[in-house]
């Protein structure tokens, strides 16, 4: 790529022919019943239940595309795959595709030490880099741990630092083991503020979703962003399900922030794999796990979970916040990816991806049959701080 700073013509026909692809095409893909895709969605769908979107995606085509139940219970709004959910912790693959444009333009290093990027970012961890902030290998605190649960004032990614200052050691020393952080991602969304010279929610817009056509997605902030198909979150109360949108945390951007549809997720997907952002290289940078000390693999990269199912990579993410619920899964070998967006909290909605995954993906040779979803581990269950 001659100039990584900008989304060439070849790049964007790539992109569209993909995109354009991704809609009900020419030739008819195996499709599971659709009574076996209903049952897998059964709680999510009915009067006065919290719902869900999803979308598959198949060797460049949308094979799935659906919705159940309601994305707001006072209004009564059915759910659709444009519904805007919250994405949670599907977030930080943006966030860090954000600073993967930074570094490719060579305004930022991997490398780079924190405190030498950021003004503000406290002395005693002096020693974390950027790249250990990506792959949850810096030992941050969570700043969570420090916000109150009394506290109504919704905490802000600038407000991550003073939260951070509170401690005076990290878990581990930076880049010896690998702990979940929040606070990370919250810190990276600063770095690419500090360093593109804008905000983070238009540095997104600007370069990330406008490029993709993404014109309904957005970094949210109450007062000055609107949301046109928002879903609202809820959770199980004592007589039903009860609204439970916002927390404390849930203005916090870097780390959970964005809104978006499965609908628009599929030109996200197709970029993953064209690369109309960042380069091929750089992609697969971003989905190969840190290796610790001891030659352990974390099983996280940048923004990503990676690990095998039944002898194939398997990319995944899940998130999880007040009242809504999410997953991801990509196989990109096999060309495969299954989005499933919740707004209710709990459910594992990641067992349903699989779920859907395996409907397209061959069963193992030796018998014939994928082993139970439930069965196959996902990286995220393992790794400290990570539900």
Known sequence: MSNPSLVTPALLATFALLVGCATPGTRALPAPDTRTVDALFAPYDGPGLPGASVVVIH???IVLRHAYGLADLQARTRATPETQYRLASLTKQFTAT?????????????DDRVVDVLPGFPAYLREVRIR???????????YEAFVPESQTVQVKDRDVLELLARADHTYFPPGSSVRYSNSGYAVLSLVVERVSGMPFARFLHERVFAPLGMHSAVAYEAGSSTVPQRAYGYATGPEGF?????????????????YASVAELVAWDAALDAHPLVSADTQRLAWTPATLPDGASSRYGFGWFIDEDEGRVRLSHHGETCGFTNAIVKYPEQRLTVIVLTNRA??????????LADLWLPARAEDGRHAPAQTRPWPFESMPNAR
């Open 98 to 110: 954000a600073l993967l444009l930074l570094v490719q333009e060579g305004r930022l290093h991997y």
């Open 242 to 258: 009860i609204p439970r949108d916002q927390s404390p945390t849930s203005a916090v951007l870097g780390d959970g922030g964005i």
């Open 346 to 355: 709990g459910g594992e909605p990641w067992r349903i991806a699989q779920r």
């Open 132 to 142: 250990q902030l990506l792959q949850h290998t810096s030992g941050l605190w969570d």
């Open 59 to 61: 060797e460049g085509r």
